[in-house]
């Protein structure tokens, strides 16, 4: 099993910066790709960044330039500067391993984000 656990979100000011944290434990390496998603209130998860299977990154065009993704073994980081009120929501890292042929994909229980404008 896999387990995930968030932390670093809370209330910042637009403009301002957070810097969100992703541990993860239990039957993991660290070449495991991880990620983040946020959900906006009443939307769908939405991916944000993560690092890939060879070790690159990707975003989502709506935070590039503005939220960088990092890890440090099993921790993965999400640096948010110039948040908008926009990126209010629940925060969610993610853990891709595979098995075989298949992928399994394991959640942490989210950080909350608010933004005031």
């Known amino acids: 099993q896999v387990q995930l656990v968030e932390s670093g979100g809370g209330l910042v000011q637009a403009g301002g910066s957070l810097r969100l944290s992703c541990v993860a434990s239990g039957s993991t390496t660290s070449i495991n790709p991880m990620g983040w998603y946020y959900q906006a209130p009443g939307k769908q998860r939405e991916f944000i960044a993560t690092?890939?299977?060879?070790?690159g990154t990707n975003y989502a065009d709506s935070v590039k330039g503005r939220f960088t993704i990092s890890r440090d073994k099993n921790t993965v980081y999400l640096q948010m500067s110039r948040l908008k009120p926009e990126d209010k929501g629940v925060y969610y890292c993610d853990l891709r391993k595979m098995v075989g042929t298949s992928v399994y994909q394991y959640w942490g229980q989210g950080t909350q984000v608010t933004v005031s404008s």
């Open positions: 690092f890939t299977s060879g070790g």
